[in-house]
């Protein structure tokens, strides 16, 4: 199984916050790769390990490099994943000159002490395949003759022929080929595919923006981080703005080993899986804590985008952040991701991380916090999975009836933080609002029911005009004994009186309008600071 060591200091500026082997699911089956987490990136790497590499350069029959397969990658902080390496997806078939397909070629290469040839290969002929280089590292020997490509197939080494070797027996020729080496090759296209097949890693798909839509905060003439175009093959760049990290939602953790993350724009997941659960943990927690940090920088970078007019009706965004909605009535997807917005006045859920302008206008669902109650979700003895406990419901009073969402949060503090914020957002809609009115009949007389914050319930008749008479009824607040509805048109309120319920026809569904009683309600008491 994977292990994952972690550091027990802080890491200095630049270094990995953690790192290890995990183990990630490509295809159905589980692959060890080294992970490094930075703080802005996941990192992925599918590399030769040092104790299998020959000094002169050779490891495992499949990789040139100085000292091991590992140091001839570019460090952490260069400027591109492929900064040292060409590979088949840097010396593209097309860039290949026309003259030298299909044509032996002889290229003379001085090797360096250290370093080596500085070329990977692959094939060989219990492959069916040729000798075929598959890297180029640059600035090493092979890459400074400008006359080799990746997909050249060896055919000799100092006349000695290659073409039905295996590839232990063409690792040994280039072992004892000496400081000058003749290579007789000639580019195959018909390879290419070949070359291209990485590691696992190079199979990961994940989130590449085209350039026409730029990223939340960035400026069309921003140029793309080399970090979003992740083609080294052995080596995948995550970067974790606006990640979403969970666990047990796309496969099945019963010993509690895996972590997931999926891409901003929900198309993408990567399942890890570590050593045991107490590791799993770590690295869940490790990644958590990077994820939130950047996603408290992005409300301003979409207020910065979104200018003065706001997103989906209101003025500015309170929170945002991934959930875990529970999907109603699939047993076989029990949770899905989704992006939740609260506003001053709306809770907004959107399917994936809005990247144009436009998207921030049209969320799935958008729910009046004025109309929203909070439900928490009692913590069950017989939860199945861990996580589960960690849930909260949202109701909202519609047209159409009671419209509930069941959330599930990543952690206690993540919890606390998004019960607090509807809380507060229903609160501050309230007070922001002031006043609801509609249209009733009231004793057979078509009526206008307000409900002020502040000043209760008052009752007109409808005028023609529209200007406001004396009020056929008015109560405040402390008068209502209770509050009641059919679920369908009528409302009935409880003032205490002899007369007993007003019963009000509203027309059509009155649940929005007993929500916002209750939220005004619970407003006043807050105010007081009580507990509503």
């Known amino acids: 199984m994977a292990v994952v060591a972690t550091a027990a200091v802080v890491p200095s500026r630049g270094a990995p916050l953690i790192s290890g082997v995990v183990e990630v699911l490509v295809r159905d ?158 580019y195959m296209r018909e390879a290419t595919p070949y070359v291209k097949k990485g590691s696992p890693v190079s199979e990961i798909g994940w989130e590449t923006p085209p350039p026409e839509s730029p990223r939340i905060g960035s400026t069309g003439s921003d140029p793309p981080s080399p970090h979003f175009f992740s083609i080294h093959g052995d080596r995948k760049h995550i970067p974790l703005k ?119 206008f049209n969320p799935t669902h958008t729910y009046p916090l004025l109309a929203t109650r909070l439900v928490h979700s009692s913590p069950g003895k017989e939860s199945p999975k861990p996580g589960v406990e960690l849930s909260f419901a949202t109701r909202t009073g519609t047209r159409q009836g009671i419209e509930t969402h069941l959330f599930r949060a990543e952690s206690s503090k993540d919890l606390s933080i998004w019960t607090r914020h509807i809380v507060q957002g229903c609160h501050n809609a309230a007070e922001l609002t002031k006043e609801i009115t509609t249209p009733c009949t009231y004793k057979k007389q078509k009526c206008l029911l307000a409900v002020h914050y502040e000043q209760g319930f008052s009752i007109f008749a409808e005028t023609e005009d529209g200007v406001r008479s004396k009020p056929l009824l008015q109560q405040p607040y402390e008068k209502l004994k209770m509050s009641s509805d059919d679920g369908v048109r009528m409302l009935f309120l409880d003032f205490g009186e002899d007369e007993g319920d007003i019963t009000l026809d509203l027309h059509s569904c009155p649940k929005p309008i007993v929500f916002i009683i209750h939220s005004f309600l619970s407003a006043k008491v807050a105010r007081l600071g009580l507990v509503a």
Not at 127 to 144: E, R
Not at 155 to 165: I, Q
Not at 315 to 343: F, N, S, Y
């Open 242 to 360: 606006m990640c979403y990290v969970t666990r047990s939602m796309t496969v099945a953790d019963p010993e509690n080993r895996q972590f997931e993350l999926h891409s901003p724009d929900a198309k993408h997941t990567v399942v890890l899986r570590c050593k045991d659960s107490s590791v799993a943990q770590t690295w869940f927690s490790a990644v958590h804590a990077v994820t939130s940090e950047l996603s408290t920088k992005i409300i301003g970078e979409v207020k910065e985008q979104l200018g003065k007019t706001g997103v989906a009706g209101s003025r500015e965004i309170r929170h945002l952040g991934w959930l875990a909605e529970k999907v109603p009535g699939d047993l076989e997807k029990q949770w899905k991701p989704v992006l939740v917005v609260l506003t001053e006045k709306d809770l907004l859920l959107y399917p994936s991380m809005p990247r144009m302008r436009e998207a921030w």
């Open 29 to 186: 089956r589980w692959h060890k790769v080294l992970a490094n987490l930075s703080e802005t990136t996941l990192t992925l790497s599918c590399e030769e390990h040092a104790e299998n590499a020959a000094f002169n350069g050779i490891t495992n029959g499949s990789s040139f490099s100085a000292q091991s397969g590992i140091q001839q990658y570019p460090e952490q902080g260069s400027n591109s994943p492929n900064a040292g390496v060409r590979i088949a997806f840097t010396d593209l078939p097309e860039q290949v000159p026309e003259a030298i397909a299909n044509k032996k070629r002889s290229v003379k290469v001085a090797k360096q002490d250290v370093g080596g040839l500085g070329i990977s290969i692959k094939g060989g002929r219990e492959n069916k395949m040729p000798i075929l280089i598959s890297k180029i590292f640059k600035g090493l020997a092979a890459d400074q003759t400008q006359a080799l490509y990746v997909g050249d197939a060896i055919l000799s080494v100092n006349g000695n022929d290659l073409r039905d070797a295996t590839h232990d027996e063409a690792v040994q020729a280039l072992k004892r080929a000496g400081k000058e080496v003749l290579l007789e090759v000639k």
